[in-house]
Each structure stands twice: as C-alpha cells, then as structure tokens.
C-alpha cells in the first residue's frame, strides 16, 4: 500500500497548526504570522539580495516543518539565517528546536531574537519574552558562579567561562555539571553540581596558592625563653657563689684574729661562715639547674628549626543550598558529600 495518502492526512493536521506558529516571509500575507513593513532595523542592515535568498531557504524551511520533517527544516532555517538575521527566522528556528527536544538552543535563539526590542512588534515581543520565560522554568537550569581570585579562569563543563573576580550565571540543561577554576601558582578548584528544570544553583570559587611555607613545632620565642631563665637561674647562681666567697673571706678573717698566738682559742665555727658553705650549695645548684634549662633550651631551637611544605588547600562545604525558582515551588535542596 502506498505511503501517499498517510503523509497527505498528516500534512493536512499539521499544516493549519503549524501556520498559526511560523512565519512565510515570502508568501501570501495571509499565511504570516505578523506582517513587516520593510522598515524595521533588520531590513536596513541586510542587503536585497541575501534577502531574497534567505526568502528562498525559509520557504524550503517551512514546507519541511510543515510536513514534520523537524530536523530539515533546522538545517535550512540555519542557512537563511547565515543569510540574513531575521528575528522571525530565528522564532522559528526556536520553534523547531524546541520540538527536538534541544532547549537549550532554543532559548539562545529567543534571546538573539529578543536583542531587537520593540522593533519586533508588542506581540511578538510578549511571545519571545513568555516562551523564554516557560523554557527557563520548566526546561532549562541556571548555574551562578562566583569567581573570587584574580586572574584565574573559570570553566563550565570544560569550556571557558569568565575570568576573574566577577559573579556570573547561566542557562544549562538538567542533570550534573562541573565548574572548575584554575590558575598557575594556585591549588585548581572543581565542583559538581546537579540541577533540575527550574532549579539554580550558587557556587563559590574560592582559591588558595600553591606554595610551600615554613611551620614548627611550637612558637619560635618558646625554646629561646627556656634558654633565657636557664640564663637567669645561673646568673642567681653567679650572685650567690660571689656572695659565698666574700662570707668565706669573713670567716677567715675572723679565725686569724682568734690564732695570733701558737695555739688557737677554742671557739664554735662563725655563722659567717655556716652562711657561706649554704650560699656555695645554692650557687652549685643554681649553676646545674641553669646549665640544663640553657641545654634543654638551645636542643628545643634546634628541634624547632622551619620545616618547609606545601601548603594544603581548603576542603570544599560539604553542603551546598541550591533554591528552586519555580514560581510553583518554593523549597530549597541541598546535596551533601561524604
């Protein structure tokens, strides 16, 4: 059986829907869409003859639309718009992408479209603006990034991004991407996100260098305090063996003047002296306590001495708050690492 009659029923449902969404530029006025004067900013910056051929090729493209064969009428809706940019072009290009599923383009044809402003009527301007609008909340995601170190470039899903300090969004479609920042001399930062249609999601890009730096085990001034009141404690030492030598030197005296003759007189040892044997002991002791605490001080310097490694970047939030955007939703997810 042939194949005939099947496709002219399906192009006798599909044209009468399809002419109500796309524009024949040049054809009879009352299968447009909108009607243009000629006038409009985008005539004046396209010739006639790229004109007349972009004409040709949406012509073709609507007849392939017309007759579903959506990936036809892309191909030639690409080629006039090589042509001429024409924002009607362009709406139905969008149209087109749309049905195949590739929103992502089609909001970024929308947008070209929409670059025009109010030269492209006040309906077709409302259109553009509301289709963009159901796109972004029941199709498409949002990605922010905020980069936060000079100089380093960030990339989305491997693809150059931005570059520096700057807080930057864009459209992506659902399911996980990857936002990395990368600059030399600088620990390279990496997250995943995972978005939903309507959803955006915040990353912060901070970075740390990548450096090597000099740490110890305790404060610097700590081994050398140690040193310090070993000083200390054999100087008091110092002080108390002068002081036992000058009670010695007392005592003496004292002895001689008790044997001037032969024969000393018999008398107890002066106190003098008692003080100066315990002003000896406390200088001995002094001096040991003091010798140790300046050794122990000085192998404490040694053992504290810088050690040089690299330094090591921070752990990323183990938490990331992602709002939804939907006008139907008000909630807020969250995606935890482990």
């Given at each position: 059986m042939s194949s005939h009659p099947r496709s002219s029923f399906l192009r006798s449902i599909a044209a009468p829907g399809l002419a109500a969404l796309v524009l024949v530029l040049a054809i009879p006025a009352g299968h447009a869409e909108v009607t243009r004067t000629g006038i409009e900013p985008w005539y004046q910056q396209s010739t006639a003859d790229a004109r007349q051929r972009a004409h040709a090729l949406t012509a073709e493209a609507i007849d392939k639309h017309q007759q579903l064969l959506r990936e036809d009428a892309m191909e030639l809706y690409e080629q006039?718009?090589?042509q001429w940019d024409n924002p009607d072009?362009?709406?139905?290009l969008a149209l087109v992408l749309e049905d195949l599923g590739q929103y992502l383009?089609?909001?970024q044809q929308l947008d070209g479209a929409l670059r025009w402003g109010e030269a492209l009527g006040a309906e077709r301007l409302r259109d553009v603006q509301t289709r963009m609008r159901a796109l972004e909340i029941q199709r498409l995601a949002r990605i922010e990034?905020?980069?936060?170190?000079?100089?380093?470039d960030i990339k989305l899903d491997g693809q150059p991004w931005f570059r520096g300090v700057e807080r930057r969004s864009t459209l992506v479609l659902p399911g996980t991407h990857y936002i990395a920042a990368i600059k030399p001399g600088y620990f390279p930062v990496s997250r995943s996100v995972y978005v939903t249609a309507g959803q955006q999601a915040q990353v912060a890009l901070a970075m740390d260098a990548d450096r090597v730096v000099d740490t110890r085990r305790w404060t610097a001034w700590?081994?050398?305090a140690v040193v310090a009141a070993g000083v200390a404690v054999a100087a008091m030492g110092s002080g108390l063996e002068s002081r036992a030598l000058a009670q010695r030197t007392t005592a003496a005296e004292a002895l001689e003047d008790r044997c001037h003759t032969l024969t000393?007189?018999?008398?107890p040892s002066p106190a003098v002296y008692d003080g100066a044997a315990t002003n000896h002991a406390l200088a001995v002791g002094a001096f040991a306590v003091g010798g140790?605490?300046?050794?122990?001080?000085?192998?404490?310097?040694?053992?504290?001495?810088?050690?040089?490694?690299?330094?090591e970047a921070r752990s990323p939030s183990r938490i990331e708050f992602t709002p939804i955007l939907s006008p139907q939703q008000a909630e807020v997810s969250a995606l935890v690492r482990f």
């Open positions: 006039a718009l090589t072009i362009r709406w139905n383009r089609a909001h990034a905020d980069g936060q170190e000079p100089g380093a700590k081994p050398w000393c007189e018999p008398a140790t605490a300046v050794a122990v001080g000085l192998a404490l310097a040694w053992l504290n001495q810088p050690r040089p490694h690299r330094a």
